[in-house]
């Protein structure tokens, strides 16, 4: 999926500030990749049957519309709400499996932090 993107578009994995990629552990394997750059771009890689969509955003048009934190039992969700209408959520639990719901957590607080 990498190698679809920099096809896309002049990509330099040095620009890539954060990653976060959803649903790995998925029944159906097909893992979205969140990319965020350091020119405040999004882009987000959806695998499809036929290959994989590819969208862009730009970080100016996203805003958090909400982000639930559950200290307790180490639960955090982020929804983006963009401009055009489209939104996403983030959620360490959904998005991982036990061993990693942890690093998914704070991960989604990285990424909270670029919107504050």
């Not at 002049?10 to 959803?22: A, E, Q």
């Not at 639990?93 to 690093?103: E, F, P, T």
Request: aromatic share 12%; charged share 25%; glycine share 4%.
């Amino acid at each position: 999926m990498m190698k679809l993107a920099k096809k896309l578009m002049t990509f330099n994995t040095d620009d890539v500030i954060l990653f976060y990629p959803k649903a790995v552990f998925s029944d159906d394997g097909l893992v979205q990749l969140y990319l965020f750059t350091k020119n405040n771009r999004l882009l987000i890689i959806d695998p499809d049957i036929d290959g994989a969509v590819v969208k862009f955003f730009d970080l100016g048009c996203v805003k958090p519309s909400c982000l639930k934190v559950k200290t307790f039992d180490k639960n955090v969700q982020l929804t983006l709400g963009f401009d055009c209408g489209e939104t996403f959520t983030l959620d360490n639990v959904k998005d991982s499996n036990s061993h990693w719901q942890d690093d998914y957590y704070e991960r989604i607080l990285e990424i909270a932090r670029l919107f504050t």
